[in-house]
């Protein structure tokens, strides 16, 4: 069974920064694909940023050259790199990764949020 434990989230002044980090468990082979969401309250989630089977990495526009996604596949963490944060950028944080298991199967799933405040 594979489990994804986020952490990193918390309050921070408008022009700050923050990396969050998503540890997955179990018996992975590497990250087939990444993908971190966010979710504002009263606003559906959105996609933010994402490293799909093509390796090539790709952001939502408002985020674009602040916002860096990375994978280490022998730590099994998933980041986040987020600069110069906007207060319209308070939302939960979602990461969501496909992995590769040692018995040739995949696993895809979600990790459990966390909440990312910024001040204005």
């Known amino acids: 069974q594979v489990q994804l434990v986020q952490s990193g989230g918390g309050l921070v002044q408008a022009g700050g920064s923050l990396r969050l980090s998503c540890v997955a468990s179990?018996?992975?082979?590497?990250?087939?694909?990444i993908e971190w969401h966010r979710q504002a309250p009263g606003k559906v989630r959105e996609l933010v940023a994402e490293?799909?089977?093509?390796?090539?990495?790709n952001y939502v526009d408002s985020v674009k050259d602040r916002f860096t996604i990375s994978g280490d596949n022998a730590k099994k963490t998933i980041y986040l790199q987020m600069n110069r944060l906007k207060p319209e950028e308070t939302a939960v944080y979602y990461c969501n990764t496909e992995v590769a298991l040692l018995d040739g199967s995949t696993w895809y799933g979600w990790g459990q949020g966390t909440q990312v405040t910024v001040s204005s």
């Open positions: 179990g018996s992975i082979v590497k990250f087939n694909s």
């Open positions: 490293v799909p089977y093509s390796g090539i990495a």
